[in-house]
Each structure stands twice: as structure tokens, then as C-alpha cells.
């Protein structure tokens, strides 16, 4: 029972260390620097870069679906049609749902706000449309009137029966495929400005269309299509069948019987019986593999942890010569030979570092390593500078940071004269968390 508690004990003071460790070690990124989480961008601009602006493009026109910068458009439909085509996209089209709930990766809230940017940005200060036909259909298309309205309207610019130049054929199934009866109807009544593509009132010397001849064309290109013509609808319909082809595969035909017999019933228990032992065994696999991962945390985190307990017995005072091998108002380059060493350190055990002779006894012995990243520097006499190659650190003679990304001073080594010798106290590479001197 001792030895249980004690593992215990052991198990929540590394865990509680290892949180400590995580939160304060160097690298840690800050609170401005973190990634946002997606569900909580809140910016219209990155949320409509991100989700629309693939097909209806970058600035709302010249994509591959209608633009959303059209006034005919915006002035046609409203906030709620337009959230619920993103929320759960629009059946016989590309669009493709955006909610949480049928699949997609937005928030409500998140959908909310590209539909009232999109109304903000491109909606607001538009002149009023008058006339314009409904959004959705209110008469069921008769698709006769709709081919002589073809030839009126449309022949001019995609040709006799949709199949011709010079605009392209639109009695195309690759066409018709990715436009319903309702994307149709937009398209006839909002147009495409960015393409050409006139409006319901912007065919010259034609008169506007009404809200009748619109449903007759999209019963003609529809029958063309193979589809059924427009029926009587209202906006609260129009997604209704993607959203009934959803619901129903939700439900289940199954349903429990309410008896059994003695057979079937043994079977059932054999079979919760192997499952509660296949549970418990991938239960203690599991435990134990958390175990062994915790060790192997553990294990190093507490070697960081206890370094600085033993530390201080690898620095040693060691010669680098006479004093008279530097000269005054000189810097020169020593080199010594680490007497913390092991046989496959190889020539890594000479370590060189500046020495910089003020006057007489007077010295500094800086580490060749930038208190940046840990680079070698070099010593210019002509600019009287040391400089890192690789990030562009420089230092003045004296050791003291003059630009770049390097956040202090060059590491100083301890150093005394003896018997006319210059001796330094090194052994262990210096970190940022190193003194000066």
C-alpha cells in the first residue's frame, strides 16, 4: 500500500513538472503568435478568402460560380436565403455546404458574418431595382413559351437551340448538371456582369423580363436537361430536397426484438463476455504504454531539471599562455583543449574564443558563439566588430550587442593572471542563460 501511494506521489509531482517545464521553456510561442483556432475567425475578409473566393472570386466577381458582387443579385435575394444556400449547400449545384452540421467546417456564427459582409461590402449604397422579378418562382414554366423567349433573348448569343456560338452552347449537360432550376432562374435575372452576360432588363431593345417568362426559360433549358420544369415554390423549399435526402439517411429501419430465444441469448452473453475481456486487456495495454511514454518524458525532463545542481563541476580554470602572446589594444583568437572530454569528441574538444588585451593585466576572453543561435563570430579589426555570418549579428569590440537579432552581449569567460599566464574558467558551451562574465 506504501509503495502504491509513493508511485502516486512520484506519477503527480512529474506531471505537475512537466506542465511547469512546458509552460516556461524557451520557444514558448506567445498568446499573439498562436495559430486561431478556425472556429474562431471572426474576420470577413479571411473567411470569404478562405471559403469563397475559389469560385465566386477574389473580389466577389470573375469565379467560376455567379459573382456575389452583382447589386441585381443582392437585390433580389435576402439574408436568409443566402445563409441557408451556405449552411447546407444547394442540391443539383457545386455549392457545397459550409455548416458544422451537414459537414462543412463554419459556425453559424461564422456564416452569419460572410453573409452580412457580403451585404455590407458589395450591397450597401446600391441604387434600388424596381420591377425585378422574385427570387424564387411563383408560376410553374411552360417550357413552349420558353423556347420562343430562347429565340427572342438568348439565340443571338448562344445560338439556335443553345448550341452555338458565340457565347457558347448552353444546352449543354455538362452545363445544365451544374445549375438547378433555382441557380438558372438567378442567373437569367441577375446576369453576369463581370462575363457580359446581360439581365433580366438589360437586353437592348428588348423589353424586361417578367417573373412568368423567366420560369418559361428555365422549363425549357430544364426539359432540356431531362429535369422536371419549375413548380410553384417558395424560398423556404428551395433546399428542401438536399436537406430530405439528409434526413433520410438518418433514419434507421431496424428495430430490437422483443423476445429471444434461449440460444440467441447465450450467444449475446458469450459476446459481451469476450468484449468486457478484450476491454480490460486493452485497458491495462493502454495504461501501460501511458506509463512507459511518461517514463520517457519524465526521464529527461528531470535531467534538465537537476543539471543545475551539478553544473558548476565542469568548469575548470585552464592556461591559454603567456601574456605576452597578446598584445595590447589587440584582439586575438586562442584556442584551448576541453578537459571535460570523452574519446569520440575528436577535434570538437579544441575550442577556440577571443582574447582582448585592454592593457597590462587587464583583459576580456569572449566565447566564439552568437548569443543568438549559437554561430561562430568573427573578429573585423578594420571595423573594430565582430559579426556573425549567418543572421547578420554584429557586437562592438568590447562584447556589447550593436544590431541584428542576437538579444545580448557575447558570453565573457572568467579569467585571472598567474605566474605571467592568461587562464580562463571554461569547460561547458555557453547558453543566453550564461552571464557576461
Known amino acids: 500500500m506504501k509503495r502504491r501511494r509513493l508511485a502516486r506521489g ?124 422574385p427570387y424564387a418562382s411563383q408560376t410553374e414554366g411552360d417550357p413552349t413559351h420558353g423556347a420562343k423567349l430562347y429565340g427572342d433573348y438568348c439565340a443571338s448569343c448562344h445560338g439556335n437551340n443553345g448550341t452555338g456560338e458565340p457565347a457558347g452552347a448552353i ?22 456582369p463581370d462575363l457580359g452576360h446581360p439581365g433580366w432588363r438589360d437586353y437592348v431593345g428588348k423589353a424586361p423580363l417578367n417573373s412568368a417568362q423567366v420560369s418559361d426559360l428555365v422549363a425549357w433549358l430544364a426539359a432540356n436537361a431531362g429535369r422536371e420544369p419549375p413548380q410553384n415554390r417558395t424560398r423556404a423549399d428551395l433546399h428542401h430536397d438536399g436537406r430530405a435526402g439528409r434526413v433520410q439517411n438518418r433514419t434507421t429501419m431496424s428495430e430490437s426484438p422483443e423476445t429471444a430465444t434461449d440460444e440467441s441469448r447465450q450467444t449475446a452473453e458469450a459476446s459481451r463476455a469476450a468484449t468486457s475481456n478484450r476491454r480490460s486487456f486493452l485497458l491495462r495495454a493502454a495504461l501501460l504504454l501511458n506509463a512507459l511514454v511518461l517514463a520517457a518524458f519524465a526521464i529527461p525532463i528531470a535531467g534538465y531539471l537537476l543539471a543545475p545542481l551539478r553544473r558548476a563541476g565542469f568548469l575548470k580554470w585552464i592556461s591559454l599562455g603567456p601574456i605576452g602572446s597578446f598584445p595590447e589594444n589587440q584582439t586575438r583568437l586562442a584556442v584551448y583543449t576541453n578537459p571535460f572530454r570523452t574519446p569520440w569528441d575528436g577535434t570538437t574538444v579544441e575550442i577556440p ?7 597590462g593585466d587587464s583583459f576580456q576572453v569572449f ?32 562584447g556589447e550587442r550593436a544590431s541584428g537579432p542576437p538579444p545580448r552581449a557575447l558570453y565573457q569567460y572568467p579569467y585571472k593572471v598567474n605566474n605571467g599566464e592568461l587562464w580562463v574558467k571554461a569547460g561547458e558551451m555557453p547558453l543566453m542563460t550564461s552571464p557576461k562574465a
Open 10 to 133: 512520484v506519477g503527480v509531482v512529474l506531471s505537475l513538472t512537466m506542465l511547469h517545464a512546458c509552460d516556461w521553456m524557451p520557444g514558448r510561442p506567445t498568446p499573439a503568435a498562436r495559430p486561431v483556432n478556425p472556429s474562431e475567425v471572426t474576420d470577413f475578409a479571411t473567411l470569404y478568402s478562405q471559403n469563397c473566393a475559389g469560385c465566386h472570386g477574389r473580389n466577389g466577381h470573375f469565379g467560376g460560380a455567379l459573382p456575389l458582387n452583382n447589386p441585381a443579385y443582392l437585390a433580389i435575394v435576402d439574408d436568409a436565403s443566402m445563409h441557408e444556400g451556405a449552411a447546407n449547400g444547394i442540391a443539383g449545384t457545386s455549392m457545397p455546404a459550409f455548416a458544422i452540421g451537414s459537414g462543412g467546417m463554419l459556425t453559424d456564427q461564422q456564416i452569419t458574418i460572410i453573409v452580412n459582409g457580403i451585404r455590407s461590402r458589395w450591397g450597401s449604397g446600391q441604387p434600388a431595382f424596381s420591377g425585378a422579378p
Open 171 to 192: 444546352d449543354d449537360p455538362s452545363f445544365l448538371a451544374l445549375y438547378n432550376n433555382q441557380a438558372l432562374r438567378t442567373l437569367i435575372i441577375a446576369g453576369r
Open 353 to 359: 574564443c577571443w582574447v582582448r588585451r585592454l592593457n
Open 367 to 398: 566565447a566564439t558563439n552568437c548569443s543568438h543561435l549559437g554561430c561562430p563570430v568573427r573578429w573585423f579589426p578594420e571595423s573594430e566588430l565582430f559579426m556573425c555570418p549567418c543572421h547578420g549579428g554584429t557586437f562592438h569590440a568590447d
